[in-house]
């Protein structure tokens, strides 16, 4: 689940994208956008629907598949476990995504550091991060360089509105950060190391 992680926070860009969290390396980056547990049908966007500043609303762990069960978490080791992740770390409060009609895209991101020895983690915010973003359909594509490596990633973006705001949800699953190349991999005795999946949820500002 650290890699779970690690493609939730980085810089980089990108809607399920852009997480950078890392076991022991600063350099292990990637990327991810954000989501809930509110049921979102799916529909076709623009640029249009993306334009502006998203701040990160939640994230939540949440079952694999429906009936499923989710893992509650106790990043702060305090003894009290939770499934909303923002009440475990403030480390992802001052995410946010902004989607500009040039098809550029800045972000400015987190990560955390695991220790392989404890599986304790510690947060460093990174700052702003920039990359390119293209959208077909559910489908939001955003292309960003990692030490001179540039990788595309693309990610299903559930766009809507409630009580009079609108947000951007993406689901991230342990499986999809399992097969990212630029991920470290976890060393499965980490405080997130059990998550399956993850809601991740923007605020339109």
Do not use: H
């Amino acid at each position: 689940m650290n890699r779970l992680l690690q493609v939730l926070m980085l810089g980089g860009v990108g809607v399920s994208m852009l997480v950078a969290c890392s076991a022991n390396s600063i350099e292990d980056e990637s990327l991810s956008l954000n989501a809930t547990t509110t049921t979102v049908q799916a529909q076709d966007l623009t640029m249009n629907d993306l334009l502006g500043t998203w701040n990160m609303f939640s994230m939540t762990s949440v079952p694999l598949e429906e009936g499923g069960t989710a893992t509650a978490v106790d990043f702060d080791q305090d003894a009290n476990f939770t499934y909303n992740l923002l009440e475990e770390t403030d480390c992802f409060d001052p995410m946010f995504f902004d989607f500009k009609s040039s098809g550029e895209v800045t972000t400015f991101q987190s990560r955390l550091f695991f220790s392989e020895v404890t599986g304790a983690f510690n947060c460093q915010t990174t700052g702003n991060y920039a990359a390119t973003y293209s959208v077909s359909g559910d489908q939001l594509t955003v292309t960003f360089t990692i030490d001179g490596q540039t990788y595309t990633e693309t990610k299903t973006v559930n766009r809507y509105s409630e009580n009079g705001s609108e947000f951007l949800k993406v689901k991230l699953t342990k499986e999809e950060t399992n097969t990212a190349v630029y991920v470290a991999k976890d060393p499965g005795n980490t405080v997130a190391s059990d998550i399956q999946k993850i809601d991740i949820i923007y605020k339109k500002q």
